[in-house]
């Protein structure tokens, strides 16, 4: 697989529910970026971890870090229908200097009313 | 909230044709980058821009490709001679710098379409 590489593809849940998202990659990060894409519209930046983060809050989102495993997972908590989006993890590499992001596939989520 | 802003929201073009493609980032920002989405695929990096010198380029950012920033406030990107191929959704995004690394913002975008 590539790096940053989401799962599911794509999650359909009930409003209310807990979504989870799961993001794997392959080489070694400076940091870790969650991005949320409604249809036609550009990335929103979510939330950030860095190398040495394990775990992060902000609101609603929770998002972990595991570096041994390369991966990572996005908890959406209490959904809401504005929540339905595509997800996407990315990631910047460590060694410093180069920062374009590695973006995966995404995760498609529908959250049902 | 400062925004980046992407101009024209939709371009067509005939193939062979040189488009420009235009950003307002952040004003604060130093830090700039041009990425692309072909319809239904991941997004990709291009190019990333500081100081006034590219700084990274993807395999994806040829020849044909170029960025400028023509003054304070623009970052444009050039594709002097488009293919059927280009035609895809164009995002800039910019960052700043607050003694740690800052996430990337990006703009709504411009979708390329090349006939």
């Known amino acids: 697989s590539q790096q940053g590489e989401e799962d599911p593809q794509a999650l359909s849940i009930q409003e209310g529910e807990n979504a989870t998202m799961n993001c794997s990659y392959k080489?070694?990060?400076?940091?870790l970026q969650w991005y949320r894409q409604n249809s036609g519209r550009g990335l929103v930046h979510l939330i950030l971890?860095?190398?040495?983060?394990r775990e992060k809050h902000s609101g609603r989102l929770r998002v972990t870090l595991d570096t041994s495993k390369k991966s990572s997972s996005l908890l959406i908590t209490a959904s809401r229908a504005a929540d339905t989006a595509s997800y996407f993890c990315a990631t910047v590499p460590s060694g410093g200097g180069a920062d374009g992001l590695t973006f995966g596939k995404g995760t498609h989520l529908i959250i049902q009313p | 909230e400062p925004e980046v802003t992407q101009t024209p929201s939709h371009q067509v073009t005939q193939m062979g044709q040189e488009v420009i493609l235009r950003c307002v980032p952040i004003s604060n920002h130093l830090y700039f980058y041009w990425y692309r989405q072909i319809l239904g695929q991941k997004v990709e990096f291009l190019v990333s821009?500081?100081?006034?010198?590219?700084?990274?380029k993807s395999e994806i950012f040829d020849d044909q490709f170029s960025v400028e920033r023509p003054d304070g406030s623009n970052f444009t990107l050039k594709i002097r001679s488009t293919k059927l191929e280009d035609s895809a959704m164009y995002f800039c995004a910019s960052r700043g710098w607050e003694g740690t690394y800052q996430p990337q913002h990006f703009g709504d975008g411009t979708r390329l379409s090349i006939l």
């Open positions: 971890i860095r190398s040495n983060e």
């Open positions: 821009f500081y100081n006034n010198e590219i700084s990274e």
């Open positions: 080489t070694s990060i400076n940091n």
